[in-house]
């Protein structure tokens, strides 16, 4: 690594390729009929989020939410707020295909649905065997699912081994083609298949041939949608900002984000493996960058470093300009405290997959949840249906939790004193008003009302806004600091139940800029990474070997761009 | 010196497997061209020489650059040196500084630490050549102690392959 890939920048840049029914620059009358009836559902709803462009700077218009009432046709079970239908899932889920993980695709479905989530990515491990064998036989398991749990989506993606880096999750829209598509991803691009794990220029560039190759594959309608979310990025250094910036602008559409806080949120619990939390416990290697810290390597209060660090690298891509979500997910493989184990007589490399799990030994050691049990990624969708949680994951409309410390977030950017309900610009959105119009944040919080999944009611005591100005594209695309950004106000919560609002007032605004909010039972906190100033409060590293995650609890939303002109 | 490899882990066993004279103080260094790998630099007490295996001409850069940083005290990540042995289980920072070649321990984000804390060593403990002073890294560990901030095995990323 080291050396630097310039692709090219966003400023005054067209879109880059996205879906038909996303792209702006193709007229409605060019459009498929169906396209059109999506782009005026989607424009109408506000729901053309950031993500579909190269930069938030560069789509006028596309972005605002609207005070028009519309029907979600919410079903009962879910949480209807702010106009959309939050559903909970996660995007980074193994299964006995994988070679060191155990479980049915059902029994991870089964869990995941009781412990409430109504999305799932069923993401096994690139690897000769899966591309081989275990792509096309994890479907029909997938498949039977989707009939036995009627109100659970269940996506079938891969874990990509990006070449060069590290993994990601790369899932697409369920059709004929699904397993056609991840199969010929899978073998042209995975870094295991093609040897193509080292860091080099060449490898590099198969990453962004793979990118670009999904985004292609929903352009020539072989499926409806496909997304690619850099799986713990910072976990050993070796995703460095150039290749995140590249990802992303290979295809806007495709590549959307990171895991704002990795899976394996049980590996440091004290009693049990007492590892690092999120199987964070590494050192700089040959094969990192040189230019990260040593705190990149641990988690903060169970969020990756990039995301965790105020004024940091995520933060960086935000001030380009540059739409870039954050999730949360299990990363289950063998999960704390179950007591199964894999199949005996299992053949994994022959079969693809290990035989069914069968009762086993208390697995007091293993460093996994179960699917919904401790990290949710919440979606604001139009509907209950698998394009609907890909727009809204596409577009940003997306905030996370840990051990469910709250209910239910609705952030908006608003025109001060417009208090109507489906007005405002949600998470993901892009606010664009004249200059010197006075803007202010409401944050409405259904504050946690049942027992988490460790039978306690989460107790939030502080929500964080925190805002930096919008920049630009950075000339070093190795850059991971935004010097402008910082937290600029914390609410302290007296409230135990309920709901509870807040409003903060940016005056008013005469420069482009975004704001996104992060909260925490405030059991665990420190001053932040680069230092009180820029977060006085904000989470401490996590301890290897004493870090119990049901007491340091976070949420994170994603941001809303302000753009003045 | 180099062979490569891709890993601290592997060149340290590759060494441990060559039987160096008593007193050598060895170190990894990270380099990233003309391919990602680890030197090794050797330190030899006077007197002493040793054999060793001769340095591909791709790897010669990178190599007389560890070996040069390692001279100044300014870089290198020290696996054997004077004391090392002594460092197991749990021990003062006083302990560890008194016992071993190691000059100083800096806390990662945090103050200098009490000479009293304790250090859990996990039985692996790598000190850095920085500013001259053979520097151990440590963070906070549980029951109050400090440990080293390398962690000695790591789980391998999912998929154990890599």
């Known amino acids: 690594m080291g050396h630097g890939h310039h692709h090219h920048h966003d400023l005054g840049g067209q879109p880059a390729d996205v879906p038909e029914a996303l792209d702006l620059s193709i007229p409605d009358s060019e459009l498929s009929p169906s396209d059109v009836s999506r782009r005026g559902f989607l424009r109408g709803a506000g729901l053309l989020g950031a993500g579909a462009a190269a930069s938030v700077l560069a789509t006028p ?428 106000k914390s609410f302290e919560v007296s409230k135990g139940t309920g709901k509870v609002s807040f409003t903060y007032s940016f005056g008013r605004v005469d420069r482009p800029f975004y704001v996104r909010v992060r909260g925490t039972d405030g059991k665990r906190t420190a001053p932040g990474v680069l230092g009180a100033a820029i977060d006085p409060v904000g989470p401490a590293m996590d301890v290897i070997g004493d870090a119990d995650p049901w007491l340091d609890l976070w949420f994170y939303g994603n941001p809303i761009w302000v753009l003045p002109s | 010196m180099s062979l490569g490899h891709g890993a601290n882990r592997e060149a340290e066993h590759w060494l441990y497997a060559l039987g160096l004279p008593a007193g050598v103080e060895a170190c990894t260094h990270l380099a990233r061209t003309p391919y990602p790998h680890v030197v090794v630099s050797l330190a030899l007490p006077d007197g002493i020489d040793a054999e060793l295996p001769a340095v591909p001409d791709e790897l010669r850069e990178s190599s007389d650059r560890a070996a040069a940083d390692h001279a100044a005290h300014r870089g290198g990540r020290a696996f054997l040196f004077a004391g090392v042995e002594g460092l197991t289980g749990t021990v003062t920072v006083a302990d560890l500084l008194a016992k071993s070649a190691i000059s100083r321990v800096k806390v990662l984000g945090g103050a200098e630490p009490d000479p009293v804390t304790e250090l859990d060593t996990r039985d692996f403990v790598r000190p850095e050549w920085m500013d001259g002073e053979l520097t151990l890294m440590a963070t906070a560990a549980p029951r109050g102690r400090l440990a080293p901030f390398e962690f000695p095995n790591p789980t391998p990323c999912c998929g154990g392959a890599h």
Not at chain 1, 152 to 173: C, K, M, R, S, Y
Not at chain 1, 362 to 371: N, R
Not at chain 1, 408 to 429: E, H, M
Request: avoid cysteine; proline fraction near 5%; charged fraction near 20%.
């Open chain 1, 61 to 488: 218009g596309v972005a605002h939410a609207h005070g028009d009432d519309h029907d979600h046709g919410s079903s009962g079970d879910h949480d209807s707020k702010g106009g959309f239908l939050w559903l909970a899932g996660d995007h980074h889920i193994h299964t006995q295909y994988s070679s060191d993980a155990q479980y049915r695709v059902l029994d991870q479905a089964r869990h995941a649905h009781a412990y409430g989530l109504d999305w799932i990515v069923i993401t096994d491990h690139g690897s000769v065997a899966h591309a081989k064998i275990g792509v096309d036989k994890v479907n029909p398991d997938i498949v039977a699912t989707r009939g036995q749990l009627k109100d659970l989506l269940v996506f079938q993606g891969l874990e990509w081994n990006i070449p060069a880096a590290e993994h990601a999750t790369v899932f697409v829209h369920p059709g004929r083609n699904e397993v056609a598509v991840l199969k010929e991803f899978e073998n042209a691009y995975d870094g295991t298949v093609k040897n193509a794990g080292a860091s080099t220029p060449e490898n590099e560039a198969l990453a962004i041939a793979g990118i670009k190759f999904l985004g292609e594959a929903v352009r020539r309608r072989r499926v409806d949608g496909a997304l690619f979310l850099a799986n713990h990025p910072a976990r050993r250094g070796v995703d460095s900002p150039h290749e995140i910036r590249a990802w992303r602008d290979a295809d806007p559409t495709v590549a959307v984000g990171f895991e704002g806080a990795p899976g394996h949120q049980a590996a440091g619990i004290p009693a049990g493996g007492a590892g690092g939390r999120g199987f964070y416990e590494g050192s700089p290697s040959s094969a990192s960058f040189p230019g990260y810290p040593l705190e990149s390597y641990r988690t903060w209060g169970g969020f990756d470093w990039m995301t965790a660090t105020v004024g940091g690298l995520w933060d960086s891509l935000l001030a380009e300009g540059k739409a870039w979500w954050i999730s949360a997910n299990s990363d289950s493989h063998t999960n704390y405290l179950d007591t199964s184990q894999r199949g005996p007589d299992s053949n994994f490399d022959l079969n693809g997959r290990y035989n069914d799990p069968v009762y086993g030994p208390l697995l007091t050691e293993a460093g996994d949840f179960w699917p919904g049990q401790y990290s949710r990624t919440h979606v604001g969708a139009s509907s209950f249906a698998y394009r609907a949680v890909m727009d809204g994951i596409r577009s940003g409309r997306v905030w996370v939790d840990h051990g469910g410390l709250i209910n239910g977030l609705d952030v908006r950017a608003r025109v001060a004193g417009d208090r109507r309900s489906g007005s405002g610009t949600p998470l993901g959105g892009v606010m664009r008003v004249k200059r010197g119009t006075k803007v202010e944040l409401t944050i409405d919080i259904d504050l946690a009302d049942t027992p988490n999944w460790s039978q306690f009611v989460p107790v939030l005591a502080r929500v964080d806004v925190i805002a930096g100005s919008v920049t630009g594209a950075v000339s070093d695309r190795d850059s991971f600091t935004a010097p402008d950004t910082k937290v600029v």
